[in-house]
């Protein structure tokens, strides 16, 4: 089971970090994937990390977000700064169990999803 955590309310500029937390497998074997989901908008790949570490992220917040993995709490988290009022979404994270190469911003390669947490961007 995942859980994403960490959403609220900010200002644009702000920061935020999301942490998806699992339950009954260690994260470090999975890649992981961090979608949103904006109102009336299809969910997109925002980033992931994979089981070796690798790192990607959408054009859209290359330098702004980081995402890590901390294996001593089976946690992976979306660290976001210089937050802008179009990062607002519902933001998901997911697990892909297949191994090897994967397609990380699509999101039919995760098979097991977490509950999402809001991010509102506003001044």
């Known amino acids: 089971q995942l859980q994403a955590s960490g959403g609220g309310l900010v200002r644009p500029g702000d920061s935020l970090r999301l942490s998806c937390a699992a339950s009954?497998?260690?994260?470090?074997?999975?890649?992981i994937g961090w979608f949103r989901q904006a109102p009336g908008k299809e969910r997109e790949g925002v980033s992931s990390?994979?089981?070796?570490?690798?790192?990607y992220y959408a054009e859209s917040v290359k330098g702004r977000f980081t995402v890590s993995r901390d294996t001593s709490k089976n946690v992976v988290y979306l660290q976001m700064n210089s937050l802008k009022p179009e990062d607002t979404a519902v933001y998901y994270c997911?697990?892909?169990?297949?191994?090897?190469?994967?397609?990380?911003?699509?999101?039919?390669?995760?098979?097991?999803w977490g509950q999402g947490t809001q991010v509102t961007v506003s001044s």
């Open positions: 009954g497998f260690a994260l470090e074997y999975f890649d």
């Open positions: 997911a697990a892909n169990s297949a191994g090897g190469p994967y397609l990380w911003g699509l999101f039919a390669e995760y098979d097991y």
């Open positions: 990390i994979s089981d070796a570490g690798r790192t």
